[in-house]
């Protein structure tokens, strides 16, 4: 199973990057989405997969390839000039970030707990312990959360309507 | 079910899974296309017409044009299969896939009737078993995704009225989700869960304990909404077949077409069936605290085949709104009306403690 979705994941980013017609890489963009919901089904957490599934490919992708759709841009854009110095630099560096955020990973503290043997699995996740943990341990960075995109919707609006 | 299991060289658990799925599924499926024909009559019916009454099964029993269903798929399977030549084929193809498909698995996760006990075993009358973490989120995923079905109908026609009509329905869809899920969530508060079987249980036996009684402005809300998500008059802004031909299908025919009205009756089916679970009790029977298995299915049936029926009898009803109108309606009445619905039902929970 995490193979599959693994799969569907990787080769939906992969389709995204490669895919000159801007739509069709919209469409592998959401598969990539269902495939981390997949994996986050797998970890035991169905809230973050539904989430994932409703705001990402419910939500969001729908818009971009909304917007896509009344710009009428169905095909990328050509380069002016290549820049293939800029185009190695920037693939070292995306190697590096994954490299430290794996080794990050595999490091954790999290994660040596979880190879002790004999240590009870944490149940599946429900919308109910999430909304507690929210608004218990994580108040604080909630309300941020919430005044940021409050302030980003308020913005929006300024920005799209100048006489109001 | 033991002896059909050592048939099969299966587990009883595993028949009764494929046995659920394929039941629940083809039961939709039928009742989709059997509302084609309900939906024709009832138009008929309200209309004063008499509507299809002349084909025939061997050429001799009308069924009250029951038969007009089986030469219309005869129909449909023959036809020449025809795509645009600017067409973008493979999306062409994959579109009405895109929009059945999700129009029939939001059901899996609604019960239709009383889970029992048999052998010491307890079976559950849902596709997906309560206690599966997703709940009633799941139909809301689901019904998320049933916008690409027509926003990929409509650009891959490459067809401009295909386009506006799917431009349309795809910002319908996405405003007026966000009414549903705000309805949904003051629900969840109030049963203190979010699978249906809980929802359900929540609700009671007693018509006046359930959730249209307890909440009705969410309940009209939610069905408002409902009728946004499905794509159906007064809100059919994918089609609007006087205003743009018949938008995102415009270009679609033979099975292809086939299959994107049958999206339409199945993503009603799922609509109404979310209505009756979440609203009037599920497969709960009035006045019968402990109803028998069969007695808890019929009711569920008879709920939400009488909600499908409601989304027939409204569309020959209304006429359609106005683009402008139904933007105005979706974030400007039905978004502070379930916002109010949600913190009313918080006060009160507050003001219970």
Redesign the interface.
């Given at each position: 199973m995490f193979i599959t979705f693994a799969f569907v994941t990787l080769l939906g980013a992969l389709g995204m990057l490669l895919q000159k017609?801007v739509?069709?890489a919209g469409?592998c963009m959401?598969a990539t989405f269902f495939g981390v919901a997949g994996l986050f089904l797998l970890l035991?957490?169905?809230?973050a997969?539904?989430?994932q599934?409703?705001v990402y490919?419910?939500?969001i992708m729908?818009?971009v390839?909304?917007v896509i759709?009344?710009l009428n841009s169905h095909e990328e854009e050509a380069a002016q000039t290549a820049r293939p110095v800029q185009r190695w630099v920037s693939v070292a560096l995306v190697a590096a970030l994954a490299f430290g955020a794996v080794k990050l990973v595999l490091t954790s503290a999290g994660l040596r707990a979880m190879a002790v043997s004999g240590e009870p699995m944490p149940g599946?996740?429900?919308?109910?312990k999430v909304g507690t943990t929210l608004f218990a341990e994580h108040l604080l960075g909630f309300e941020v959360a919430g005044i940021l995109l409050l302030a980003a919707m308020v913005g929006a609006v300024a920005l799209t309507k100048r006489d109001l | 079910m033991d002896k059909l299991a050592s048939l099969l060289h299966t587990t009883p658990a595993i028949v009764w899974m494929v046995g659920k799925v394929v039941v629940v599924f083809l039961s939709v499926f039928l009742l989709a296309s059997v509302w084609t024909w309900v939906e024709r009559r009832g138009s008929a019916m309200i209309q004063d017409r008499i509507g299809p009454n002349r084909a025939k099964l061997f050429g001799r029993w009308p069924i009250l044009g029951l038969s007009q269903l089986l030469a219309d798929g005869i129909k449909f399977f023959f036809k020449e299969d025809l795509v645009p030549e600017a067409a973008?084929k493979g999306?062409f193809w994959l579109a009405p896939f895109l929009a059945f498909v999700p129009a029939l698995m939001g059901f899996a996760v609604i019960p239709v009737g009383k889970s029992f006990v048999c052998d010491g075993v307890t079976y559950h009358l849902s596709v997906l078993d309560p206690g599966?973490?997703?709940?009633l989120?799941?139909p809301?995923?689901?019904?998320?995704?049933a916008?690409?079905g027509v926003?990929?109908a409509a650009?891959s026609s490459n067809n401009k009225w295909s386009?506006l009509g799917?431009?349309r329905a795809?910002?319908t869809?996405?405003s007026y989700?966000i009414g549903i899920?705000m309805a949904v969530v003051a629900i969840?508060m109030t049963s203190g869960?979010?699978d249906p079987s809980e929802v359900i249980k929540a609700q009671g036996h007693l018509p006046w304990t359930w959730y249209v009684v307890r909440q009705p402005l969410g309940f009209l809300v939610f069905f408002t909404c409902m009728f946004a998500e499905t794509n159906r008059l007064p809100f059919d802004f994918a089609e609007g077949e006087s205003e743009i031909v018949a938008g995102f299908n415009t270009e679609y025919g033979s099975m292809k077409f086939s299959l994107l009205a049958l999206a339409e009756y199945s993503h009603l089916m799922t609509a109404s069936a979310l209505v009756a679970t979440l609203y009037f009790g599920g497969w709960q029977v009035p006045f019968v605290a402990d109803p028998p298995v069969l007695l808890s299915v019929a009711s569920f049936l008879v709920k939400m085949l009488f909600f499908a029926w409601v989304f027939v009898w409204v569309r020959w009803t209304l006429p359609r709104f106005r683009y402008d109108q139904l933007m105005h309606l979706g974030w400007k009445i039905m978004l502070p009306l379930s916002m109010a619905n949600l913190v009313f039902h918080a006060w009160r929970m507050s003001q219970g403690h």
């Open positions: 017609n739509i069709v469409l959401v035991a957490n169905p809230v997969a539904a989430l599934i409703i490919s419910g939500a729908v818009l390839l909304f759709m009344m599946a996740m429900t919308l109910q | 973008n999306l599966n973490g997703m709940g989120l799941y809301l995923a689901i019904g998320g995704l916008v690409y926003l990929l650009w386009i799917g431009m795809s910002a869809m996405v989700e899920s969840f869960g979010y």
